[in-house]
C-alpha cells in the first residue's frame, strides 16, 4: 500500500468513527439522555470514553465503535475491538467522571444502520465487542436496528467499486 493509500485510508476510518460518534449522540438524545457530550471537545482522545451522558441519574461514560458491518472479504464483521487495556483505560473515564463505562456499536452498511448498547462489565472481560450476541438479545440492547441512512456511504464503505464485481452477493456491502 503506497503512501497515498495508507493516509486515505486513515482518513476513512477516522472519518467513519466521527459519522458513528454524530449517530450515537443522536440515540442517546433519542433515548431521553440527559447531559450528553463529546469528551474529545474536552480532550482529544479521552481514555476510552468518546462521550458522557445521564440516564435517570446514572452518569456514564461511553466508548463508540463504528464499523462497517462487512469486512473487506464480504463476510460480517462479527466483532469490534475495545483496544488494549480497555479496562485500564475505562476505570481513569470511572473515575475521572463519576460513572459507569458502556460501550455502543454501530454497525454501518451501504443502506442501513443498526445501533446496540451496554454496559462494559457485560462483556466478562472480553476485549470485544460480540455482534452475534449484540443481534441476537443475549448482550446489551438494540437502540437502533436496520435503520435506513440517507447519505453516499462508497467513501466508508471498505470494500471499493472494483471489489464488489467479484463478491458474493451477500447483501448491500
Known sequence: MSELERKKEALRKKSLGELGELFAVKALVDARYDRVRNLNDDKMNFPFADLYGEFNGEKQVISIKARNKYQTNGKINSSYNLGNNCYAKAQKAEEAYGAKAYWMAIQ???????????ALSDLADRNSIPLAACEDGSLGKCLVKDKKHYFDFDFFSNIKPSQTTSTSSEGQK
Open 108 to 118: 454501518f452498511d451501504k443502506t442501513t444502520y443498526s445501533i446496540y448498547f451496554g
